[in-house]
């Protein structure tokens, strides 16, 4: 049996990826090793917390002591790393949290895997879980290749775009079996609600401001977070070691446009009359360095490893507001922070 350790388990994107292999593989054992930031909620993975193959560690990417520790327990064969701080306004405002979590606890992970591994790296691979963000910004035309150069513009992708050279350079230093992949915006059910679309699901549903940023000219290019990990799923299993792969959907949309979207969707799913939601759009100061728009080119993924994305975006934003209204105690649990106290309640407050 293979054991595999996922960073940041608890998150957005590793609660889905957790799911998505605890159930699909279940021959492997997957441990998630999470230290439970104001971002990571054990309730995003009530349904499979009791699964045989399935254990949760709390602890911190940046304590190598603590990761030697944890390697040599359970002999990983795998890593996939997506614990980081994530959200560009906060590394805005704290950039040095970024580098501690990005950098340091990539650098972490990676010394813990050479010396793991060391004299026997067959069979074994550490993926790396980044963000288009690293590419920087793009003008109206053209898109994100895997061979961009990295021009990083915010305190987060600065420190993402430092964490994927760390990894390259194991791989060509030392020869740890590696794969990287950057995506573009996620969304989905468990997203934060700091994030723009669960942000402004929340205010429609409680009447409050939605805050667009500058005149709202800005595009990212959005992907499911289930079609993500099911790339993330193809890539580690049949990707190239020492390879990089972009992940996207070919989906770009300026904010403005998308929250009209989102309003008139919420207009229908609530039963208010059009044009009531949009009436709380409110134009607010521009982010510091605002890229102005991000999009991706995943060509290379899609032909050399089959995979495509499955929804359309009008379809998947549908998905993503029936999982918010259906699941008013989990906003409501994060919102007022009270999930944070599910952790004492499942595991007692025990540190590992
Ligand atoms: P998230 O903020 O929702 O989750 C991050 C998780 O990491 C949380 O559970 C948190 O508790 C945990 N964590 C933070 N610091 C830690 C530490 N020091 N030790 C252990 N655990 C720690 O983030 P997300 O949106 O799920 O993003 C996951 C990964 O995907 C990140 O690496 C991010 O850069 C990348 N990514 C995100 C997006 C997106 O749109 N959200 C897009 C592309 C790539
Ligand atoms: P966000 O969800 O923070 O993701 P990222 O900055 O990683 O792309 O923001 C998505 C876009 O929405 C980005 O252009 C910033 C903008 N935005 C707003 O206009 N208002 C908001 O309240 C937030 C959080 C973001």
């Known amino acids: 049996m293979q054991t595999i350790l996922i960073t940041g388990g608890a998150g957005f994107i590793g609660s889905h990826l957790t799911r998505l292999f605890v159930t699909k593989y279940p021959d492997y054992h997957i441990v998630n090793l999470d230290n439970l930031t104001y971002a990571g909620n054990l309730e995003n993975l009530k349904d499979i917390e009791s699964s045989s193959n399935y254990e949760f560690v709390k602890g911190d990417i940046a304590d190598l002591d603590f990761l030697t520790t944890l390697f040599t327990k ?159 799923d193809t890539i580690f299993h049949k990707g190239k070691v020492g390879e990089t792969y972009n992940i996207g959907g070919h989906n770009e949309w300026t904010n403005i446009d998308l929250i009209k979207e989102l309003c008139k969707q919420m207009d229908v799913k609530l039963a208010r009359p059009a044009g009531t939601s949009a009436q709380l759009i409110t134009f607010v100061k521009d982010r510091a360095g605002h890229d102005l728009r991000y999009a991706i080119d995943a060509t290379k993924l899609e032909t050399e490893l089959g995979w495509t994305p499955s929804l359309q975006f009008e379809e998947g934003l549908s998905k993503t507001i029936d999982w918010y209204l259906s699941n008013n105690e989990w906003l409501a649990n994060v919102t007022s922070g009270n999930y944070q106290k599910y952790y004492e309640g499942m595991y007692g407050g025990e540190e590992s």
């Open 74 to 232: 359970y002999n990983f064969t795998g890593v996939l790393h997506c614990a980081a701080e994530s959200h560009v306004d906060r590394s805005i405002t704290d950039p040095l949290a970024f580098v501690t979590t990005n950098v340091v606890g990539t650098v972490s992970l990676l010394q813990a895997a050479k010396e793991h591994w060391k004299g026997n790296m067959e069979g074994k691979m550490f993926y790396h879980i980044s963000t288009d963000e690293v590419y920087g910004s793009l003008g109206a035309e053209g898109f994100f290749y895997e061979n961009t150069s990295y021009d990083p513009r915010s305190p987060y992708s600065a420190s993402k775009a430092s964490s994927d050279h760390f990894v390259r350079a194991f791989h060509h230093t030392y020869h740890l079996p590696i794969k990287i992949s950057n995506c573009s915006n996620n969304y989905g059910p468990f997203h934060f609600p700091e994030k723009l679309i669960p942000l402004c699901i929340h205010n429609i549903i409680h009447n409050k401001p939605l805050p667009i940023y500058g005149k709202g000219e800005n595009v990212r290019d959005w992907l499911y977070v289930e079609d993500h990990v099911r790339a993330i």
